[in-house]
């Protein structure tokens, strides 16, 4: 059985209907499946304050992520808002907090995949993606993008090959059916991948780490 972790950060609900399509598949393949939303700030920037209570209230039960949820998984995808071409800073803050488990190597070999709603055709949500992507390489994860290849990506409302992005136009929870069948997609794709990872590396490769001695350079608790 595969791990996975799907973290998100949403303002207006568009990104959580990808991260409950995503779940909803990975359970339907077998995987065992954790969703958890980043930690807000102190002071958020909101839009749509109707659609922000709203979803505030569908997602009240969802446990905050923490560094358990990524060392735990064999798959991680992370869902985004666009802020001005940047994933939402409340993902950025998470991962400026993964230190203590991605300086250890905790989180290398990892399959990562990544997608984004933006509120226009050309709003961010690749830069938004690829952004991620400069983390996770600095995991030392394996990055799963969608390539073109898959009919879906195809559709009038898909064609990116780093992840999935929606098109919101500013309105709350009007993903497409085209965007759901793109990150169902990309979800398989990340568990696959992340199947191949884990038996692939079985037994594990003979790599020296980095030292206690180095880690404690960074103020990590051994």
């Known amino acids: 059985m595969t791990n996975i972790t799907i973290v998100f950060h949403s303002r207006s609900g568009n990104t959580y209907q990808l ?3 995503a ?3 990975a359970l339907d393949a077998g995987a065992e499946v954790r969703v958890r939303r980043a930690p807000e700030l102190p002071d958020p920037m909101i839009l749509d ?3 922000h209570a709203e979803l505030e209230k569908a997602t009240a039960d969802v446990p905050d992520v923490g560094l358990d949820d990524l060392v735990w998984a064999d798959a991680i995808m992370v869902g985004t808002p666009v802020h001005y071409g940047l994933p939402a800073p409340q993902i950025l803050n998470f ?3 993964t230190g203590p488990v991605a300086i250890p190597g905790k989180l290398m070999n990892k399959a990562v995949s990544a997608f984004a709603s933006g509120s226009m055709p050309h709003a961010g949500q690749q830069a938004a993606i690829l952004a991620l992507h400069n983390a996770f390489c600095h995991w ?5 993008p969608n390539g073109s290849a898959a009919a879906v990506l195809h559709q009038p409302g898909n064609g990116a090959p780093y992840g999935t992005g929606t098109i919101s136009r500013h309105e709350a929870n009007s993903v497409t059916e085209d965007n759901f069948g793109a990150i169902e997609y990309q979800t398989l ?3 696959q991948v992340a199947g191949a990872l884990t038996r692939g590396l079985r037994p594990e490769p003979k ?3 980095v030292s206690d001695e180095r880690l404690r350079t960074f103020g990590l608790d051994i």
Do not use: P, S
């Open 49 to 51: 304050r109707a659609a």
């Open 207 to 209: 790599i020296t780490m």
């Open 19 to 21: 991260v409950e399509k």
């Open 189 to 191: 794709r990340t568990l």
């Open 23 to 25: 779940a909803k598949t």
């Open 140 to 144: 030392g994860a394996v990055i799963v």
């Open 95 to 97: 991962i400026d907090h």
